[in-house]
Structures are given as C-alpha cells and as structure tokens.
Nanobody
Framework: QVQLVESGGGLVQAGGSLRLSCAASGRTFSSYAMGWFRQAPGKEREFVAAISYSGTTTYYTDSVKGRFTTSRDNAKNTLYLRMNSLTPEDTAVYYC????????????????WGQGTQVTVSS
C-alpha cells in the first residue's frame, strides 16, 4: 500500500498561484503513476492531471491546460501540482491518487487516495 497526504491548499485571489504537494509513504513511490483530482461543492470528483511513474508522461484536463503543471520528485516521494492563473472555478478540494498504471491513475477507480486539501479562489 501507499499512503498519501496532500498539503499546500489555501485561500488565494483570482489570478494567483498555489503549489500543492502530495507526500507518499509506504511502498515505493516511484512504482506508481499519480493523479490529481478535484471536487467542488455539489459536483462530482473530476480528473485534473496525471503523471507517469517516471514523470515523462503527463495528462491534463482541458480546463487547466497551460495553467497547471504536475511534476514529481521520486527521491523525495513527493508529487506536485503547480497552479497558475487561478480562477474562482478552480475552487475545490484537491486530491492526489496513485495506481500502478497511468490509465487507472486518471480515473476515480485509482487504488489509493489522499484526504484532500482545500483550494479557495476569491474573485
């Protein structure tokens, strides 16, 4: 198993930036593909970004392309999500997830999840 803990959320004004982190412990972090998801009040959890175990392949949902960047440091067992040009529509609880394949890490069926971190963007 792998345990995931997100951090870095908070309140930011529209146009601002945040960097989320997801610290992993347990089994070898570098063996897992990772995903970022978010859930706004009253909405379903949605895919945001994913990265392969090596970091060489990334995917993004259309609404964040060009604004968000996901990366990972396998030596530090940490996943990152850099979010720029934030808008109120980005307000949500953000979750990281892990699975053995990037195909599954991009879905809500991913095997392992963190507890989430709140991101609030004010207008």
């Amino acid at each position: 198993q792998v345990q995931l803990v997100e951090s870095g959320g908070g309140l930011v004004q529209a146009g601002g930036s945040l960097r989320l982190s997801c610290a992993a412990s347990g089994r070898t972090f570098s063996s897992y593909a990772m995903g970022w998801f978010r859930q706004a009040p009253g909405k379903e959890r949605e895919f945001v970004a994913a990265i392969s175990y090596s970091g060489t392949t990334t995917y993004y949902t259309d609404s964040v392309k060009g604004r968000f960047t996901t990366s990972r440091d396998n030596a530090k067992n940490t996943l990152y999500l850099r979010m720029n040009s934030l808008t109120p529509e980005d307000t949500a609880v953000y979750y990281c997830a892990a699975d053995m394949t990037i195909a599954r890490a991009r879905t809500r069926s991913a095997a392992y999840w963190g507890q989430g971190t709140q991101v609030t963007v004010s207008s």
